[in-house]
């Protein structure tokens, strides 16, 4: 389809129909278009911009890369298809390594993703996974290495569930997510209640630039997760009460 380049939503039309394109292809799992139109109805509500909490929680999250022995960014099919450059850039940034971690886990799906970030210069973790997180079904599978051993793991897009089980293991659990009631949100360590393309260059920044003594200012003064989803839901609902005025 040719969207027309003054359509108002030019932008949120071209990157449902490469989304639609890659769940085609396989690489997105259908009900990743769901999870799209639900991070898009959240977008809406935050305005559709980086709210001042959510710059604050890429600055933690920033910090809380630069402490890491072992940081592991976990990359699903959306996350893949939105931000496979943006991973690549903090991947540099942070040194950290880039393992695919799939809901809708299948070998075939591993590789399609496995190849489209290695396209944009991401090295990613290979190897065996084997079912090392104490969940039923394949999102049990991850890396010895890579997610198991991590000491911190960023989960861009996430099941509540395997951000819990994360944590659960005592892991630091950085989310990224545009609904802050969304299960996820509530057991991150640090949630990032933002979109995806938006956040993840704004952590970028931030450790690109971070020096030791920052870092650990920014870690003692840290929020708790609380403060940062009242924090989006304070906005939300100011946007809806100025609306309705
Ligand atoms: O590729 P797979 O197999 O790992 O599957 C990926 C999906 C996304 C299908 C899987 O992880 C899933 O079902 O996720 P959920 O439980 O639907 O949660 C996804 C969350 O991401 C929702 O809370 C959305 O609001 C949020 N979200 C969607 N798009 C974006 C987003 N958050 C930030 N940026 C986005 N672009």
């Not at 592991?72 to 880039?98: C, D, F, H, P």
Request: aromatic content about 4%; glycine content about 6%.
């Amino acid at each position: 389809m040719d969207i027309p380049v003054d359509h108002p939503r030019y932008q949120s039309l071209r990157i449902r129909e490469r989304l639609a394109q890659a769940m085609q292809e396989g690489i997105v799992a259908p009900e990743g278009l769901c999870a799209h139109g639900r991070g898009e109805s959240f977008d809406y509500l935050l305005g559709e911009e980086t709210i001042p909490s959510a710059r604050e929680a890429a600055r933690c999250a920033a910090a809380l890369f630069f402490a890491a022995k072992h940081p592991v960014i976990s990359v699903n099919g959306n996350t893949a298809v939105l931000a496979a450059s943006e991973i690549a850039a903090l991947q540099k940034a942070t040194r950290a390594m880039v393992e695919v971690g799939l809901f809708h886990r299948t070998d075939e799906r591993v590789l399609m993703i496995t190849d489209l970030l290695a396209a944009a210069d991401v090295l990613v973790l290979g190897g065996e996974a084997e079912r090392l997180l104490p969940l039923s079904h394949d999102r049990a599978f991850c890396l010895r290495h890579g997610i198991y051993e991590a000491d911190l793991v960023l989960v861009p897009l996430e099941d509540g569930d395997r951000a819990g089980a994360l944590a659960g293991l005592g892991k630091a659990v950085i989310t990224v997510d545009l609904n802050p009631l969304s299960r996820t949100s509530r057991t991150a360590t640090l949630p990032i209640i933002d979109e995806v393309t938006r956040a993840l260059p704004l952590i970028a920044s931030y450790a690109a630039s971070m020096t030791p003594k920052e870092a650990t200012a920014i870690l003692d003064s840290m929020p708790d997760q609380a403060w940062f989803l009242q924090a989006a839901l304070d906005t939300i609902s100011q946007r809806l009460s100025h609306v309705l005025d």
